[in-house]
């Protein structure tokens, strides 16, 4: 692996290990299935190993496609953050969350 890894090409490979298959993925990110099957193909390349496991009913991840994910997901959060803090969105004050009491 040499070089930096598009971070764009991170999102799509996060995205795909998130929705279980290309298509819905490809629906998600506003892309076509053979775009984001490419830059699955371009980043298996960069990183210079397989990263899922390809079948009729979706992908799972390979050992490396697991490592690399989390660090992925890292990588995209820091950058989303660092952006939050240049535009001034930073998250300030208490934060509620309901739920319902029955969830049954």
Not at 56 to 71: D, K, M, Q, S, Y
Request: no cysteine; aromatic share 2%.
């Amino acid at each position: 692996m040499t070089g930096d890894i598009d971070v764009r090409l991170l999102r799509a490979f996060v995205t795909v290990a998130d929705t279980g298959t290309v298509s819905r993925a490809a629906d998600r990110l506003a892309r076509t299935q053979a775009a984001v099957s490419m830059q699955l193909q371009r980043l298996e390349g960069e990183v210079g190993a397989e990263l899922l496991h390809r079948s009729p009913r979706g992908v799972t991840l390979t050992e490396a496609g697991e490592i690399l994910l989390a660090f992925a997901r890292k990588a995209i959060a820091i950058g989303d953050d660092a952006r939050r803090e240049i535009e001034g969105r930073r998250l300030v004050g208490r934060v509620r969350l309901g739920i319902v009491e029955d969830l049954a």
